[in-house]
């Protein structure tokens, strides 16, 4: 029975599997439109840290880096949205990630979140003293909130955490735009779909 059920559902599976790379477009787009935008609003301070040797990046023309991010982010965002030129837009983004890893969040380790428990953080992957000292600002502020504030309410839609700014977010962004790197925006749910569907049929 195995025989002939299989691959008539793999068969049946396979119209779907635009649907998973529809899901990674829509996850990223949002994510990429927003950093751009921020860009856009906090240019000047954007590409004073971008300059800064002392206490930013110390990139060379900052101000063209800054634009070209920003170009990544915006058209490549709205580009992902619709799934055009996907895998064309993925290059500049997949750039962007890993320059975003690499220059701001490899310093942090691999949690974008401090977690002293993690075994990512006890030394097996990049380990940073910060997620400690991180870990123990965050015991000090619950004791002062318990003590002073209205913990209850703070803490009633989830508790506090402090940010490590690691790798994690952008690493997992690159590997999302490595996969519609290789495999474009899917099949029915895709600008790009459509349209080479219809230079076929002209074709």
Same mark, same amino acid.
Do not use: C
């Given at each position: 029975? !195995?025989?002939?059920? +299989?691959?008539?559902?793999?068969?049946?599976?396979?119209?779907?599997?635009?649907?998973? +790379?529809?899901?990674?477009?829509?996850?990223?787009?949002? &994510?990429?439109?927003? #950093?751009?935008?921020?860009?856009?609003?906090?240019? $000047?301070?954007? &590409?004073?840290?971008?300059?800064?040797?002392?206490?930013?990046?110390?990139?060379?023309?900052?101000?063209?880096?800054?634009?070209? =991010?920003?170009? /990544?982010?915006?058209?490549?965002?709205?580009? +992902?949205?619709?799934?055009?030129?996907?895998?064309?837009? !993925?290059?500049?983004?997949?750039?962007? *990630?890993?320059?975003?890893?690499? *220059?701001?969040? @490899?310093?942090?380790?691999?949690? /974008?979140?401090?977690?002293?428990?993690? @075994?990512? #953080?006890?030394? %097996?992957?990049?380990?940073?003293?910060?997620? &400690?000292?991180? #870990? $123990?600002?965050?015991?000090? =502020?619950?004791?002062?909130?318990? $003590?002073?504030?209205?913990?209850? @309410?703070?803490?009633?839609?989830?508790?506090?955490?402090?940010?490590?700014?690691?790798? $994690?977010? =952008?690493?997992?962004?690159?590997? *999302?735009?490595?996969?519609?790197?290789?495999?474009?925006?899917?099949?029915? %749910? !895709?600008?790009?779909?459509?349209?080479?569907?219809?230079?076929?049929?002209?074709?």
């Amino acid at each position: 029975m !195995s025989g002939p059920i +299989l691959p008539a559902l793999q068969q049946r599976l396979q119209k779907l599997d635009g649907v998973p +790379l529809l899901m990674l477009r829509l996850y990223l787009a949002p &994510v990429m439109l927003q #950093a751009g935008w921020n860009k856009v609003v906090n240019f $000047e301070q954007v &590409v004073t840290w971008f300059g800064n040797v002392e206490w930013g990046l110390g990139l060379p023309m900052p101000a063209l880096q800054v634009t070209l =991010a920003i170009g /990544a982010e915006l058209l490549g965002g709205i580009f +992902l949205l619709l799934g055009l030129f996907t895998r064309l837009s !993925s290059i500049p983004l997949i750039f962007t *990630m890993l320059v975003a890893a690499v *220059m701001v969040h @490899w310093e942090n380790g691999w949690l /974008a979140i401090a977690d002293p428990q993690s @075994w990512l #953080a006890n030394g %097996v992957l990049l380990y940073d003293e910060s997620v &400690v000292t991180s #870990a $123990e600002k965050l015991q000090r =502020a619950n004791s002062l909130l318990q $003590e002073y504030g209205h913990y209850d @309410w703070l803490t009633s839609s989830g508790k506090l955490v402090i940010l490590n700014n690691g790798m $994690e977010f =952008a690493i997992t962004y690159l590997v *999302m735009l490595l996969v519609l790197l290789a495999y474009g925006g899917g099949r029915y %749910v !895709s600008a790009d779909y459509w349209l080479r569907r219809a230079s076929s049929n002209l074709h």
